[in-house]
């Protein structure tokens, strides 16, 4: 039997898997390519993979290209992510193999309160960690960009100074939720007069031209000192933040190692903590029979309910187990072979058990992949958290404020939890767990998966999904466009609609499942050079592929 191979600072033999997923019902379309292609593209929104292809045309690296789609997204689409948010980023060289976990993660400031910031009725300030995204995106051009910085920025200096269209999901967020829509000025451009914008129309933000004009000319001072992070700090300070001007200067972007999982011929590559989404994908991996796996269809009875035990598990020991690595935690003994298998033998079919309610999960972002011509890859996921973040908005700068704080685990509910030292537990300078899953397949040192996704808590179970179909030999596209299982923070069942018909949910619901179903608001994003080139962006959102040298989104 071959062995799956965990590398997390040690080498530990897990049970093999044979992860073929039956096919089921497509859920929304994606948007796929396929064809012999130099370098690939998928995202959640048109501009920015035009941009970013743009940018792998004129001889920019899979890095740059990032740089510029990131920035494009974060102007086009600020419901999901932007300047004042943060995320992840796998980086595989396409020279030496090499892969490299980036954390740009918000982090809390220095007079962070825990406690104040989890009190009824807090003020929404202290939901503002420190942004990341600047540095994060600086630190990928430094260390893998070709072109100059400044004509990364160009493309999203451009679109807010002149215009860019409303995006799909954007205009759906304004219609479907507006107690979520932005507020003030932000609020007055998408949604004036009171009335959302709809899709296609055009915004102008000229002030975040204005930003990204001095991030070009000054890197990431443009943004981390003078009139930007005085913007910046006076906002989340006017609304009850402690962050302060000094908080933002002293930003650091975190080198990690990632966790690595070899399964037959395949290497997989993950974000470690403080996401919680790689230990899920390394667990579901662990826990599946390869015979009972070529048969496992999440849309029928028994196939969801096994998944949605696995994950249940796995969430339980996020909130137990992940947090910012400086406290101390790791991961290492949750991967451990024998507590895998034992917990697979406590799944009952028949039966769900009952968890805890959880308080808080992470929520939006938005997930890209790109692929330049010498196999180099660069998969990044992005996040203000919240859609349209703390909708705090540093006006003088064009910035939409983060609140990624709230994914710290509240002291009181880990208290009550009996968990009083768990390590997601909010300190000063700490960077909350997430679940963003940013994740690079190799087989042969040949790309056979780049994929993460956006959705919140349901973004790990997605990329878990997506990555299993994958590796089963799905398409990139078949394997995105399936219906998906999850599971909420209180432990239900929670089904893309028409997944499981009424025979089904009944099923479902004599094994004790709490079935719900709602529209999919998460999507992955996936690339893959090996059996063939292959793009997909997801439909669930709206997005984009595209590979280099054909037709265009």
Same mark, same amino acid.
């Given at each position: ?12 033999? #897990? ?67 932007? #300047?004042?948010? $943060? ?41 503002? $960690? ?63 007069? $009171?009335? @959302? ?127 910012? @690595? ?10 451990? @072979? ?99 899953? @940013? ?115």
């Amino acid at each position: 039997m071959r062995s799956l191979l965990l590398t997390l600072g040690l080498r530990t033999a #897990l049970p093999s898997l044979a992860l073929l997923l039956a096919a089921c019902a497509l859920a929304p379309p994606t948007a796929p390519a396929s064809s012999v292609a130099r370098g690939a593209v998928a995202t959640e929104t048109a501009a920015a993979t035009r941009a970013a292809l743009a940018c792998l045309d004129r001889g920019g690296s899979a890095a740059d290209a990032a740089v510029v789609a990131a920035l494009v997204a974060g102007v086009v689409s600020p419901v999901s992510s932007g #300047l004042g948010g $943060g995320g992840f980023a796998l980086i595989r060289e396409g020279a030496s193999g090499r892969v490299t976990a980036l954390d740009f993660r918000e982090s809390a400031p220095a007079a962070y309160d825990p406690d104040a910031a989890s009190a009824p009725q807090a003020p929404p300030g202290l939901s503002v $960690g420190v942004p990341g995204e600047v540095a994060g995106l600086v630190e990928l051009h430094r260390r893998w960009g070709r072109r100059p910085w400044r004509e990364n920025v160009e493309a999203a200096r451009q679109l807010a100074t002149k215009g860019f269209e409303v995006t799909p999901h954007t205009a759906r967020f304004l219609a479907r939720v507006p107690q979520l829509r932005p507020a003030g000025t932000l609020g007055s451009l998408f949604a004036p007069g $009171g009335s @959302p914008l709809t899709t296609g129309a055009t915004v102008k933000i000229p002030a975040l031209g204005a930003t990204l004009e001095a991030l070009g000319e000054r890197g990431a001072a443009g943004f981390y000192e003078g009139a930007v992070a005085r913007a910046f700090v006076g906002a989340a300070r006017g609304a009850g933040s402690g962050i302060t001007e000094q908080d933002l200067a002293t930003y650091r972007v975190i080198e990690r190692a990632p966790l690595k999982a070899s399964w037959g011929e395949y290497e997989v590559h993950t974000m470690p903590p403080p996401s919680a989404g790689g230990l899920m994908l390394l667990t579901t991996l662990g826990m599946i029979d390869p015979a009972e796996a070529r048969g496992l269809d999440p849309t029928r009875p028994e196939g969801a309910h096994l998944l949605a035990e696995i994950f249940r598990g796995s969430l339980a020991d996020r909130f137990r187990h992940v947090g910012d @690595p400086a406290g101390g935690a790791g991961v290492e003994a949750l991967l451990e @072979p024998g507590r895998l298998a034992a917990r697979r033998r406590g799944i009952d079919p028949g039966k769900t058990r009952a968890v805890e309610a959880w308080v808080q999960e992470d929520k939006g972002t938005s997930h890209l992949v790109i692929v330049d011509g010498e196999q180099n890859v660069v998969s990044l996921t992005t996040t203000v958290n919240s859609p349209w973040g703390s909708r705090l908005y540093a006006e003088d700068a064009g910035v939409l404020l983060n609140d990624e704080l709230n994914d710290f685990l509240p002291r009181a509910r880990a208290e009550a939890l009996g968990l009083p030292g768990a390590p997601g537990v909010g300190r000063p300078g700490a960077r909350p767990p997430s679940s963003m899953t @940013p994740t690079v397949v190799l087989r042969g040192g040949k790309l056979a998966l780049a994929a993460g996704g956006s959705g919140g808590m349901r973004i790990a179970t997605s990329v878990t999904q997506v990555t299993l179909g994958v590796l089963a030999g799905l398409g990139v596209d078949e394997a995105i466009r399936r219906p998906r299982v999850h599971v909420t923070p209180d432990g239900a069942l929670l089904l893309e609609p028409g997944a499981v018909g009424p025979e089904g949910r009944a099923d479902l619901e004599r094994r004790g499942e709490r079935v719900k179903e709602e529209e999919a608001m998460n999507a992955v994003q996936g690339v893959r050079l090996w059996p063939a080139p292959e793009a997909a962006a997801d439909g669930r959102k709206f997005g984009k592929a595209a590979l280099q040298g054909s037709s265009g989104p």
